[in-house]
């Protein structure tokens, strides 16, 4: 089992920056690949990014390529995800994911894990 808790998020100004942090605990966290997902008001969940065990392969959305970074810290047990140059679509409830699979890691059906998510909210 792995438990997984999402922080970071709030309230922010388009064209601003936000770190969201997952914390990981339970089974090794080094040995999980990890995404970022997020749903918006009315919307299905979609895939932000995610990164290997190893944190040597990333994958990104098309919509956040760019202005997104996702980056591990195996050590602390933790995946973060540095978001830049935010726009108001960019708002939604942010989940982290873990799965054993890094080729289906945009795929939310695919992972093992999930955390309980936190808001971000982009103003205009």
């Known amino acids: 089992q792995v438990h997984l808790v999402e922080s970071g998020g709030g309230l922010v100004q388009a064209g601003g920056s936000l770190r969201l942090s997952c914390a990981a605990s339970?089974?090794?966290?080094?040995?999980?690949?990890m995404s970022w997902f997020r749903q918006a008001p009315g919307k299905e969940r979609e895939f932000v990014a995610s990164?290997?065990?190893?944190?040597?392969?990333?994958f990104y959305a098309d919509s956040v390529k760019g202005r997104f970074t996702i980056s591990r810290n195996n050590a602390k047990d933790t995946v973060y995800l540095q978001m830049n140059s935010l726009k108001p679509e960019d708002t939604a409830v942010y989940y982290c994911a873990a799965a054993k699979a890094i080729s289906t890691m945009s795929r939310a059906d695919m992972m093992d894990y999930w955390g309980k998510g936190t808001l971000v909210t982009v103003s205009s």
């Open positions: 339970g089974r090794t966290f080094s040995s999980y690949d």
């Open positions: 990164i290997s065990w190893s944190g040597g392969v990333t």
